[in-house]
Nanobody
């Protein structure tokens, strides 16, 4: 299985980015998907999750109302639309796959994409 994140970069506070996760090698529509992140010097942090249908989503309080997770099962893609970015959103962002009802901590992740929010 492969998960390849892209879309990161340097953005000013208040700006937007859209992260993508391209997947292959497994039945994408059968897996719950997550975005997690790791800020410099900190541990992994759960950001958002989406169920196999795409109807049920959840967000960390720190990103609620600013980030939107979505998936396209036909294209085997996961997305994270990030608006009103803040310096504290600076981190390496990873997509994670798990079978349903399994913690993201037990999932498989990609290599990550770096997001830097700075003026």
């Amino acid at each position: 299985a492969q998960l390849v994140e892209s879309g990161g970069g340097l953005v000013q506070p208040g700006g937007s980015l859209r992260l993508s996760c391209a997947t292959s090698g497994f039945i994408f529509s059968s897996y719950s998907m997550y975005w997690i992140r790791q800020a410099p010097g900190k541990g992994l942090e759960w950001v958002s999750e989406i169920d196999i249908s795409g109807r049920h989503k959840a967000y960390a309080e720190s990103v609620e109302g600013r980030f939107t997770i979505s998936r396209d099962n036909g294209k085997r893609m996961l997305y994270l639309q990030m608006n009103n970015l803040k310096p504290e959103d600076t981190a390496m962002y990873y997509c994670v796959r798990t079978v349903p009802r399994t913690s993201w901590t037990r999932g498989e992740r990609g290599q990550g994409t770096q997001v830097i929010v700075s003026s």
